[in-house]
């Protein structure tokens, strides 16, 4: 079992490394639903927000996602090229991808629903990594409406992070997919204990009716997240 101090210090020891943190800058990462927006400050391409246009809205019969429906599992992997181990309790039964050493995605059977976790370099603070999200996700999305920007905090309840606290900002938002119809984004960024640099970005998606649901797996998948070392 890793100690509390073995983690907090390691954590301190990557954010002072500045290579880690200049590879974080040249890659980008992909939204729940197909967009995209830059990790660690890059500077994207100039963006021209298209305007909505009108299409037949998709028929959608399946009940809205109830948080107490939702069960948990532990989901990790790892990744030798950058040493690290990430574990979260992600939705049981949702298939996991990874997409990039740090990066994996969770989705539903039927596709509706998502949950993506990111273990950022810890190259930025986090309310500077939320007026950027805002910004490029403001320029780039197409019909985007902000519901709601929090700042937040929840208590670790890994034993790895015991007695300490994950404080983070939460951008929740609407956009419209032209063969989906609307749909509903909860991305969090967050940061651990005194230190205000992105530790990691858990990031939800559905519908709008799927809002409390997707709230309470963001949440979950805060509270338990670990990285090792």
Known sequence: MFTRATVIGTAVAVIATGGLAAAAVARSQSLPDGGWSPVGGVKSQPVVKKPATAQP?????????????????????DDPTVRAYISIFAPAGWKMVKLSPLEAKFTSPNGLWNLRLNAVEPDQLVKAAADNRYAVINASVEDFHLISRTVGSTRATNSNYQGTVFHHQTLTYTYTDPSRGPRLVIDRLVSLG???????????????????ALAAVTAKATENFVRLP
């Open 57 to 77: 809205k998709p028929v959608d019969k399946v009940p809205a996602l109830q948080a107490a429906q939702v069960r948990y599992e532990r989901q990790s992997w």
């Open 194 to 212: 005194t230190n205000l640099h992105v530790l990691f970005e858990a990031t939800a998606g559905g519908r709008p009716q799927d809002a409390a």
